[in-house]
Structure formats: structure tokens, C-alpha cells
């Protein structure tokens, strides 16, 4: 991560720790906090962890593309990353959590890959401007999942 299409946003939600990281690390949840993504299938057998597989539908300006994540960090009432490995639109997601007096701070952290030459120069190019744009996606959809676990809750 931490590449020119990084960005991150953090906000507090009042639930403990483990109920928190039990929701975020459920692929099943994702649609419900993590915009465009949709119908995930789970392709590696239980338990979830570093590694584990999964196909859904992504939808990026109204066109559906079906792309394959692997869960990349699984650290219980800590971490929770998925990376694209497939798809126009690949980019790394990474869910921090820590135990605060108030409930669990949640940080989302989410940078664009880079592995094409063509996508390098664009990115060279167009980086800071697709950073903001791509900076006003990641604060809320952290506050949808804020949301979301409140209603759960």
C-alpha cells in the first residue's frame, strides 16, 4: 500500500472490539458497508483467513464486472484486508481496529494497485487528482459502516 492512490479515513463506533472485527471480516457484509461490491462467493473452504478466496460482482459506473479477492490480512479484533486480484479496478483494502474507551476506532485504508506500465503513468499523471476524487469514496463508506454496525447492533 501507501502508493499515490492511498488514502485512508478512521471514526469511532460504539461497539466492543470483537463484534466489530466479527462483521468486518464476514465477505458476506461487505456489500453493506463497501460500495459496488455485490453477491460475494466465497471459493476456498472455511475458516476465513490469509489466503482464503472469494468472487463478486463489482459495479463501477453502472457496469458489472465479476472480479476474485483474496483475503490478504486476517489478524481476529485487529486487521482485515481483501485484495482485487482480477478486474479493470484493482485496488487493496485494508480494516484496522483498535479498543478505545468509546467502543472500536475503525480505519479503512485503501490504495489503487499499480501493475501495469500504462496504469503507472496515469496514475503518475493523474494521481493527485484521482486521489481526491477517490478520497471522498473512503470517509463514507466508513461511516456506512459505521452505520450499518449501529443498526446491527
Known amino acids: 500500500m501507501l ?4 488514502i485512508s479515513a478512521t471514526h469511532t463506533v460504539h461497539l466492543p472490539l470483537h ?9 458476506a457484509n461487505l456489500p453493506r458497508w463497501m460500495g459496488g461490491l455485490e453477491r460475494p462467493r ?26 476474485e ?6 489478524d481476529p ?11 479493470p479496478h484493482r485496488f487493496e483494502s485494508l480494516i484496522t481496529l483498535h479498543a478505545t474507551d468509546q467502543g472500536t476506532r475503525v480505519t479503512h ?15 503518475t499523471l493523474l494521481g493527485p487528482f484521482l486521489r481526491r476524487r477517490r478520497a471522498r469514496r473512503v470517509p463514507p463508506r466508513v461511516a456506512q459502516l459505521v452505520q450499518t454496525l449501529r443498526r446491527a447492533a
Open 69 to 74: 479477492l483474496v483475503v490478504t490480512v486476517f
Open 77 to 87: 479484533n485487529h486487521a482485515f484486508g481483501v485484495k482485487v486480484l482480477t478486474g
Open 3 to 6: 502508493g499515490p492512490m492511498y
Open 42 to 67: 466465497l471459493r476456498t473452504p472455511l475458516p476465513l483467513g490469509a489466503g482464503s478466496r472469494f468472487e463478486a460482482t463489482l459495479m463501477h459506473e453502472g457496469t458489472p464486472t465479476q472480479v
Open 109 to 123: 485504508t485503501a490504495d489503487a494497485e499499480r501493475d501495469a506500465h500504462t496504469r503507472a503513468v496515469l496514475s
Open 19 to 27: 463484534e466489530v472485527f466479527a462483521f468486518v471480516a464476514n465477505p
